[in-house]
């Protein structure tokens, strides 16, 4: 079946270091959406990218998705403490709503 | 109003109990999801409703009930739980057709079965 998985599973950074996580999928996807859990929280839609090798910021972040539209990464820079949380990318099971979520990556982010 | 909105927030049940939980918004969405998430674990996809219909079940256990009373309203039904469905129960709810908008989810129920 689809499987997104994302490395690394936990990164530790210092307030003001740069932070990357990689999102892939077994399949090709028609978008890929990125969400953030805080600690204690609930996932919180951030973005969707829809075309391939499409580019999009908001601020401090970074998103990109891959050419062949099974790939994608979240860059964040100049992290700060209110950047800690969980990172999910996740994508659509085929021409459905389904939503499957990627495996996550934990950022902990150190003042 | 953006919100989805799910009560109870915290929930001890026993093995033999019946509870239910409860999720609303008003944002006018047709889609709503029901997911499990287990700690330190991504959100498990279990059923989703499009216009008040069961359009997938996850090949939940039927100890697991949804129901969809309205457009803006979902339950999910629980009966003779096990220890191991101990977890976040996160309500989302999204555009029918309108996927880049995401999902937006509700703050969970923490369960905890004894």
């Known amino acids: 079946g689809q499987q997104v998985m994302q490395i690394p599973q936990y990164q530790h950074v210092q307030e003001g270091e740069d932070f990357t996580t990689y999102c892939n999928s077994s399949?090709?996807?028609?978008?890929i959406q990125w969400y953030k859990q805080r600690p204690g929280g609930h996932p919180v839609f951030l973005i969707q990218l829809v075309k391939s090798g499409e580019v999009k910021k908001q601020k401090r972040l970074t998103f990109q998705f891959g050419e062949a539209k099974k790939n994608s990464s979240l860059h964040i820079t100049a992290t700060q403490t209110t950047d800690v949380g969980t990172y999910f990318c996740a994508g659509p099971r085929g021409a459905t709503n389904k939503l499957i979520f990627g495996t996550g990556t934990l950022l902990a982010v150190q003042p | 109003d953006t919100e989805v909105t799910q009560t109870p927030k915290h929930l001890v049940m026993g093995m033999t109990n019946k509870k239910s939980l409860k999720c609303e918004q008003h944002?006018?969405?047709?889609?709503m999801y029901w997911y499990k998430q287990k700690a330190k674990k991504p959100p498990e996809l279990m059923f989703v409703?499009?216009?008040?219909?069961?359009?997938i079940n996850e090949s939940v256990p039927s100890r697991f009930s949804p129901e969809c009373p309205n457009s803006s309203l979902l339950n999910l039904h629980l009966h003779a739980l096990q220890p191991e469905d101990s977890a976040l129960y996160l309500c989302?709810?999204?555009?029918?057709?309108?996927?880049?908008?995401?999902?937006?989810f509700g703050s969970g129920t923490r369960l905890t079965v004894v």
């Open positions: 409703y499009s216009y008040e219909k069961l359009s």
């Open positions: 989302a709810s999204s555009h029918q057709n309108r996927a880049d908008y995401g999902y937006t």
């Open positions: 944002m006018g969405h047709r889609a």
């Open positions: 399949t090709t996807l028609s978008n």
